[in-house]
């Protein structure tokens, strides 16, 4: 364990998570990265966390908007399950500082990673899951993370991704569309990081990052519309 990261046994993580573990060990590899160990990390309880996550909010929108068609509950579940909203969850448990980061990856601010917060988020769902092996358990301790933020999404569409409404946006006015390109990609899969440009007639070239191609795209999309908009 790196020096300053607390434990994964830390009763108040357990208590913020809301889940004691019969088998600790489980919280443990949670919370481990790929920059540890190769054969012993999160990924395979991300790749669970991920499919029950999107199970659970699915089932939530379903029995909470009725008359809602697919179309919406779909933008629905895309907000409350991608990685800016997992990226909140995970502040709002304080993962940051029990993460288990290689010594490169804690010194260049993996603590702080969204990216890596989300996939966390994830990961302590899956070992939920294999821990009591009741998705009913599962069920109520991750829509209780998900308080804070259930009751201030409603089916607009403004859930659509920013991409789409800018695209939207500017088709309304027949005007060109946007032309995303990488101009930088720093450091190594899977943790690289990407600097997209967007190019749009009659506009400043602006740019976005993110932790991929498509968060970046998505983020400069974002801040077009937001200029559009004003």
Known sequence: ????????????????????????????????????????????????????????????????????????LTRMRATLVRQEALGKIANDLKLGPCL???????????????????????AIIGAIYVDCNDLKILQEIVLKWYVPYLDHIEPTDQLKDPKSRLQEYLQARKKPLPVYDVVDIQGD??????????????LPVLYGEGSSRRFAEQAVAADILKQLEQ
């Open 189 to 202: 899969a899977p943790n690289q990081h990407f600097k997209v440009e967007c190019i749009i007639e009659g």
């Open 1 to 72: 364990m790196i020096k300053g990261q607390s434990k994964p046994s830390d009763m108040h993580l357990v208590s913020r998570i809301g889940y004691q573990f019969k088998q600790p060990e489980l919280l443990r590899l949670a919370l481990t990265h790929r920059s540890v160990s190769h054969k012993s990390n999160y990924e395979r309880l991300e790749f669970l966390g991920d499919s029950l996550l999107g199970m659970i909010i699915a089932h939530y929108l379903y029995q909470a908007y009725p008359h809602e068609n697919e179309g919406r």
């Open 100 to 122: 288990i980061l290689s010594t490169g990856e804690l010194k260049s601010g993996g603590h702080h990673r969204e990216s890596i917060l989300a996939d966390t988020v994830e």
